[in-house]
């Protein structure tokens, strides 16, 4: 059963279009992230989906009722929001309880709830502290109990995390996994970071412009990235992608060149690369050591590329070398920046 449903969405002021015909579906009890760069449109389409943001055309459906202009409040959703949108004149009980004090909640279910919640979350020792008193990660517990007491199917979060440090941030990033399959909420997630995408969502929704470049599940846009621009969004480092006709040396990419293709493109994550005996010749630009693995950041002609390798390596800035890759590893993209079907692609017409 679909629980959200997302049509053909638009936003628009003047000739500014932060979000431009905008069409998914989030499964009920799922995890939808929605990612991509700053200015993207992600949050803009969040706050649609809230009843936070008018809508310029399109529909918005959550559990099978058209929402598209109705008050945020009777649209059965809850929000978490980057900045905690707590009160500071109230002390974490009071915060989390204010939702259901506006909705004249019996004061038996209110307790209830409450204990609940703050169990969940570790705040049982803190229900009294302001949140002047509390810290990122406390603030944002909060938050969170107060979307639990919500009792709500669906929850909106608006980047909640990225106020916080990066070790707190993969803890409460487990948290809400957690809390999200616990309570099955339908839930979407906005995020321009893609470490959390990876690990949270069952879908990912990239975002570009104000447009969708592609749905799928973290490994379907990691493995088979639609386009050049998904191919570098997500991976740490970023796939490497070349202009083939700016390599002489056809031979080091294992023959995977379709005849009669100018302007493609060939990709490789930096992990599939191997230093050989033989291969594409590099030089090393710099040597960045991490510890369980080794960057190597190189240059081939006017081109840039990364190799990333196990442990430490030998290897100095200005040395030559060369790598290679297994044919089953490369990604061949169009003079558009588009996926093409793989070794034996054949050049698109405007080739």
């Known amino acids: 059963m679909t629980g959200i449903e997302i049509r053909n969405l638009a936003k628009h002021w003047g000739d500014i279009r932060a979000v431009d015909d905008v069409s998914f579906d989030v499964p009920q009890g799922s995890l939808t992230v929605l990612l991509g760069p700053s200015g993207c449109g992600k949050s803009t389409l969040l706050r649609m989906i809230a009843g936070l943001e008018d809508v310029s055309s399109g529909q918005v459906h959550i559990n099978g009722q058209d929402v598209t202009h109705k008050d945020a409040a009777k649209r059965g959703v809850s929000m978490v929001f980057q900045s905690y949108a707590l009160f500071p004149h109230l002390n974490v009980r009071e915060n989390i309880l204010f939702g259901l004090k506006v909705r004249k909640v019996e004061q038996a279910v209110r307790d209830k ?7 969940m979350v570790g705040l049982e020792e803190l229900l009294d502290r302001k949140p002047a008193n509390l810290s990122g990660g406390q603030r944002q517990r909060v938050a969170l109990a107060r979307t639990i007491v919500a009792d709500q199917p669906v929850c909106l979060m608006d980047e909640p995390l990225s106020n916080l440090d990066a070790k707190l941030r993969a803890e409460m990033r487990d948290e809400i996994h957690i809390l999200q399959r616990k309570l099955k909420l339908t839930m979407v997630y906005v995020t321009h970071d893609q470490t959390e995408a990876m690990s949270l969502a069952d879908q990912v929704v990239l975002l570009k412009d104000g447009r969708v470049e592609q749905i799928g599940k973290p490994s379907e846009l990691y493995e088979t990235p639609s386009t050049t621009f998904s191919a570098r969004f997500l991976g740490m480092p970023p796939m490497n992608v070349l202009r083939i006709d700016q390599i002489k040396d056809r031979g080091a990419l294992n023959g995977a060149i379709p005849s009669g293709s100018p302007g493609w493109q060939l990709g490789v994550r930096p992990e599939n690369i191997s230093i050989a005996d033989k291969g594409l010749s590099v030089k090393i630009s710099a040597v960045d050591y991490m510890g369980a693995e080794t960057v190597l950041r190189l ?35 169009d003079e558009e920046g588009i996926r093409r079907g793989g070794i034996d692609a054949k050049p698109s017409a405007s080739a």
């Open 299 to 333: 240059r081939h002609g006017k081109q840039n590329l990364m190799a990333r390798i196990d442990g430490r390596t030998n290897a100095v800035p200005g040395e030559t070398l060369h790598i290679t890759w297994n044919a089953d590893d490369i990604h061949l993209f």
């Open 113 to 119: 709830r409450l204990q609940e919640a703050a169990r």
